[in-house]
């Protein structure tokens, strides 16, 4: 049996703590999963009555003994409110690819619903990466929030919410996943990259003829990286000639990458917010009913 509890189980394990760990005090949402009764060892199983969700500190803790199998079992009946559920993430790059569906952002973008900004990517005064969000439910009551990085979250509406132990992921959604919001923070090679954008970015409508590969995609970014400044006459360089928003991209791509030959990239994958009655969504590749309006800022 794989030690690693099936998605249900680990649901219903985050759900008893309030997303975040029972540990008196502590309340960190970077959770692991601790079998006590009986222990893994002596019988291996995914029982949710005889396992509790702690963090990543709190959990080898217990595995060496430091608490009871009744004081486990009261920080399941006694967790702490969901309000002490807070955290900084410590992820934060100097530059990043800021992936939104379909659309990419390098270092900074703004999202807005009737003027009102719901999620922005910025620097902070040391010139550090931070996210920014505001996540409200249709009956406008925060669910969640991100201010430079330090994420709360608050009412008893949340239908589900995971963050990773490594501290790159975090998932939130309401009930039947009406509203809420996935992403994460990784570092990817140009190639992975690029699987990215060959499939976000459209082919133009004149295009003749099958799409010509990039034959060596790492001589390609060097090329491009010795371009100080985007100009529309480089576009036909790309991985299609009539592919100019995919090579502005790449162009972007090919001034981040770090000297261990990867690319800071967050990745929303899939979100949808909601502000004074209007909904906007983010899924599959797409950013539906957004509005591009010059520089990194998207409106609605």
Sequence with gaps: MDRDPPLNVKRILRQEVNYGCPVPNCGSPFLSWHHFDPPWSVKEHHNPEGMIALCTQCHPMADSGAFSSAQLRSFKQTPNPIEF???????????????????????????????????????????????????????????????????????????????????????????????????????????????????????????????????????????????????????????????????????????HIGEDGKIPLLDFISCRFCHGGKCIELRNGKLGGLEFCGGNTFSF
């Excluded at 406008?140 to 991100?146: K, Y």
């Design 85 to 255: 559920v807070k955290t900084k993430f410590p992820w934060m790059p100097e530059n990043c690819i800021i992936r939104l569906g379909g659309c990419y952002a390098p270092d900074w973008c703004r999202i807005s619903i009737s003027s009102e900004s719901i999620l922005e990517i910025r620097k902070d005064d040391v010139g550090l990466t931070t996210v920014n969000f505001v996540l409200k439910n249709e009956n406008n009551e925060i669910l969640a929030t991100m201010h430079e990085n330090v994420f709360s979250a608050f009412p008893d509406a949340i239908h589900d919410l995971a963050i990773s132990a490594s501290a790159n992921r975090i998932k939130i959604w309401s009930e039947e996943r009406r509203i809420g919001l996935e992403f994460y923070y990784s570092r990817r090679s140009p190639s992975e990259i690029e699987e990215y954008v060959q499939k976000d970015t459209p082919v133009m409508p004149d295009f003749v003829g099958q799409p010509v590969p990039i034959e060596n995609l790492e001589q390609f970014y060097i090329e491009l990286s010795k371009i100080q400044e985007f100009m529309p006459e480089i576009a036909a360089i790309g991985y299609r000639r009539n592919d100019p928003v995919g090579t502005a991209v790449r162009w972007h791509v090919a001034h």
